[in-house]
Nanobody, 115 residues
Framework: QVQLAESGGGLVQAGGSLRLSCAASGRLLHVDVMGWYRQAPGNQRELVAAISPAGSTKYADWVKGRFTISRDNTKNTVYLHLNSLKPDDTAVYYC?????????WGQGTLVTVSS
């Protein structure tokens, strides 16, 4: 079994920054793609960013350079740096990791951006 645990969410004012972390643990052979998704109230879960083990990244178009994803393969940890936050960024942010072809999800961490 594989577990993903997010941390770093919280309340921040518009224009502020946060860093989210997600550590994978358990029966890890190799963690392939890791990513961050978010879900705002009443909306579907959407991709924010993803990163391969080699460091190739993919971002949602609306990120527009405000967020940066990175990972530390030695720690099986992925990070998401959130900058220039807007109230519309308020959502539960979920970590995702692929291990042996299966997708695993964390429980989510709430990011609230006040205006």
């Amino acid at each position: 079994q594989v577990q993903l645990a997010e941390s770093g969410g919280g309340l921040v004012q518009a224009g502020g920054s946060l860093r989210l972390s997600c550590a994978a643990s358990g029966r890890l052979l190799h963690v392939d793609v890791m990513g961050w998704y978010r879900q705002a109230p009443g909306n579907q879960r959407e991709l924010v960013a993803a990163i391969s083990p080699a460091g190739s990244t993919k971002y949602a178009d609306w990120v527009k350079g405000r967020f940066t994803i990175s990972r530390d393969n030695t720690k099986n940890t992925v990070y998401l740096h959130l900058n220039s936050l807007k109230p519309d960024d308020t959502a539960v942010y979920y970590c995702q990791g692929t291990v042996a072809g299966y997708d695993y999800w964390g429980q989510g961490t709430l990011v609230t951006v006040s205006s």
